[in-house]
């Protein structure tokens, strides 16, 4: 008899149910689409679910402070700060955290740690922060601060989710690295327990991702995009499954609504069937 795959809820039930009841644990999902599609608040969405299903959450944010994360959040009723949250590189936290934050500072802090030199990290201060080998630094002391890991044990002894947003910024200067980076990060940070949502930004004008080769490495692929507003004169966002392992995903594409006091809705389009 096959084993039944364990899934974690995304937090938004129409995507649930086109998962097949979530996204299989242990698998690294890439959400893809330009800005405006809804990216970050399906991060919200997948974060709060874990943390009300008691996962730990690993919540890395490039584009904002996550302050404003959480002022985002509560517009749909998700409230982080009701559990413990601790920033990386801040004061060692007194109780064990439920959520630990990496944003754009504690990525900084993480590279002068890692510096030989501190002349070097101030030369190249604007860049520091977004080196590769640096998000890995970061992650596995996420992983310890949460007690998760030791020199004996690899995987965490807990599920784990660990959200990205984004990956995009790691190479916006060195697209062509991206297919590398990707790889590297998954050899030094994937682990059996842990489930993942990594973010990928899309140019408006190309549409076109900003490097190839984060679904490459995913197990997953959720696209969002949106009709082109100045000929429909209006926002249409939709949501598509592209892949997901072990998974007779929903084929056809979902729209989404952006609902003050609820987030993220999805909703079959009439013409499917």
Not at 147 to 176: C, G, M, Q, Y
Not at 230 to 254: D, G, P
Request: aromatic share 8%.
């Amino acid at each position: 008899m096959s084993q039944e795959i364990q899934r974690a809820s995304t937090g938004i039930p129409r995507l649930d149910a086109a998962l097949e009841g979530g996204v299989p644990r242990g698998s690294w999902v890439a959400v893809t689409g330009e800005p405006g599609t809804g990216k970050s608040i399906l991060c919200m969405h997948f974060a709060w679910a874990g943390l009300k299903a008691g996962d730990p959450v690993i919540y890395i944010t490039t584009e904002a402070e996550f302050r404003d994360v959480m002022r985002q959040a509560r517009q749909f009723r998700m409230y982080f700060d009701d559990y413990e949250v601790h920033y990386l590189g801040g004061r060692p936290p007194v109780r064990k955290p439920q959520l630990v934050v990496i944003d754009i500072f504690s990525l900084l802090k993480t590279a002068r740690q890692l510096s030989a030199s501190v002349e070097e990290i101030e030369r190249s201060r604007k860049y520091a922060a977004l080196e590769i080998d640096v998000l890995i630094a970061a992650i596995n002391e996420a992983y310890r601060v949460l007690d998760l890991v030791n020199e004996t044990r690899r995987s965490p002894k807990r599920h784990v989710r660990l959200i990205i947003d984004s990956l995009s910024a790691f190479w916006a200067d060195k697209p062509v690295m991206a297919r590398k980076y990707s790889y590297q990060l998954k050899i030094a940070t994937h682990r059996e327990n842990v489930t993942a949502l990594l973010v990928s930004q899309y140019a408006m004008t190309t549409r076109a991702t900003y490097g190839f080769g984060l679904e490459h490495i995913a197990d997953g692929v959720i696209h969002l995009w949106m009709d082109d507003v100045e000929s429909v004169k209006e926002i249409r966002r939709y949501l598509i499954i592209k892949k997901m392992r072990m998974t007779n995903h929903y084929t056809k594409a979902l729209r989404v609504s952006i609902i003050p006091g609820e987030g993220m809705k999805l909703d079959i389009l009439s013409n499917s069937r």
